[in-house]
C-alpha cells in the first residue's frame, strides 16, 4: 500500500469507495492515526459561518457479537472493517452540504493515509448505529463509514455492486459543465486554470453515483454557480445536497492547491433560473 503523502489532485484520483477490507485487527499505530484525523478536523466549510453543527465519532465493532453486527445493517455488506465512522448532524441551514464538504475532507485525509472508506447513506441501519455513539435528541446520523485497510482484491458482490451503479463511470463535461446557459456547454479549453477544479468535481463520489452536479460559469469571468439537478429516485435526491458539499469540497481544496484567489458566496435567489435545477453557492474567482 502507497502511504505517502500525494497532493490532492493525486488522492481524488485514487480514491474509489472500499467495501471489502484485510479482516486482520487493525494494528495500535492505524487505530491512533485514525483517532489523531478525527481529532485535527477543522470544521469549517464555505456553508458555516459561526455554529458548527456536526461532529464524528468512532464505532468499535471488534468485540461486538454477529447478532449485534447483523442488525447494523453493514454485516457482510462491508466485509472485514471493524471500525465505522459516524457523522452526526444538528438541524441548521445547509447542514448536508456542511457534513457533505467536511466528511469529504476527512475521508480524502484518510485515503492519504492509506486507509479504505464508503460513503454510507442509505445501506444500514440509523436506529441501531444510533444505539452504538452517545447522540443527543436533537442530533442524527446523517452518513457513516467503514475505516480499515483495504483488501488486495474486492469480493464478487463487491464488483457486483460497483457495476450495478457504473461506480467507475463519470458523466462527461458537456452534461455537466455549461457556460453562460444551459444550452452551452463548458470546453476544458475554455475552463483555462479551472479546468483541474472542475475534473476533480467530475471525478467526486456522489449517492447511486448519479453525480447530480451542474455548474454553470459565467461568460468572461471566473464565477462558477454550482446548482444540482432533481433525479426521479426521492431517496437519492435527499443526499444531492449531501454531494453538493462533495463537490464544492473537491473544488475549494483544488482551486487552494492551485493557487487560485476567490471566494464562495451563497447568493439570495440564484444567479440563472432553470426547471429542474437547484441553486447551492457561487465561487468568485479573482
Ligand atoms: C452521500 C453518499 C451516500 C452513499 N451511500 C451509499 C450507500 O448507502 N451504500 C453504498 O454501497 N454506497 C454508497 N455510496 C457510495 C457511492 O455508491 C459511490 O461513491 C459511487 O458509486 C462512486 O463510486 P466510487 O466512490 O468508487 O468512485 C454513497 C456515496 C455518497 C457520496
Not at 274 to 282: A, W
Amino acid at each position: 500500500m502507497d502511504r505517502n503523502p500525494k497532493s490532492i489532485i493525486e488522492i481524488i484520483k485514487s480514491r474509489t469507495s472500499c467495501r471489502t477490507f484485510q479482516p486482520t485487527r487493525l494494528n495500535e499505530e492505524d487505530k491512533t492515526k485514525i483517532i489523531e484525523i478525527l481529532k485535527d478536523i477543522d470544521l469549517n466549510s464555505p456553508f458555516n459561518e459561526k455554529e458548527q453543527n456536526c461532529r464524528f465519532e468512532i464505532v468499535e465493532l471488534e468485540n461486538k457479537r454477529p447478532e449485534e453486527k447483523r442488525k447494523l445493517g453493514t454485516y457482510g455488506f462491508i466485509k472485514g472493517a471493524n471500525q465505522f465512522i459516524i457523522g452526526l448532524t444538528r438541524k441548521s441551514n445547509y447542514i448536508k452540504e456542511e457534513f457533505g464538504y467536511i466528511f469529504e475532507k476527512l475521508i480524502l485525509d484518510f485515503t492519504k493515509h492509506g486507509f479504505g472508506t464508503c460513503w454510507l447513506g442509505g445501506t444500514f441501519n440509523r436506529a441501531n448505529y444510533a444505539k452504538t455513539v452517545n447522540i443527543e435528541d436533537n442530533e442524527h446520523i446523517l452518513c457513516i463509514s467503514p475505516i480499515g485497510i483495504p483488501a488486495d482484491s474486492r469480493r464478487l458482490s463487491d464488483k457486483l455492486i460497483r457495476r450495478a451503479i457504473k461506480a467507475k463511470k463519470r458523466k462527461k463535461w458537456d452534461v455537466l459543465f455549461f457556460e453562460e446557459s444551459i444550452n452551452n456547454s463548458l470546453t476544458e479549453k475554455s475552463a483555462g486554470k479551472y479546468a483541474i477544479p472542475l475534473e476533480m468535481v467530475r471525478l467526486a463520489p456522489s449517492a447511486g453515483n448519479k453525480q447530480p452536479w451542474r455548474i454553470l460559469k459565467e461568460n468572461d469571468k471566473n464565477n462558477f454557480h454550482f446548482y444540482w439537478i432533481f433525479g426521479k429516485n426521492i431517496s437519492y435526491n435527499k443526499l444531492h445536497k449531501v454531494d453538493m458539499g462533495i463537490a464544492v469540497c473537491h473544488f475549494d481544496l483544488i482551486v487552494k492547491e492551485l493557487g487560485l484567489k476567490g471566494n464562495w458566496k451563497i447568493e439570495q435567489e440564484s444567479p440563472y433560473n432553470f426547471d429542474k435545477f437547484k441553486y447551492v453557492i457561487t465561487w468568485n474567482g479573482e
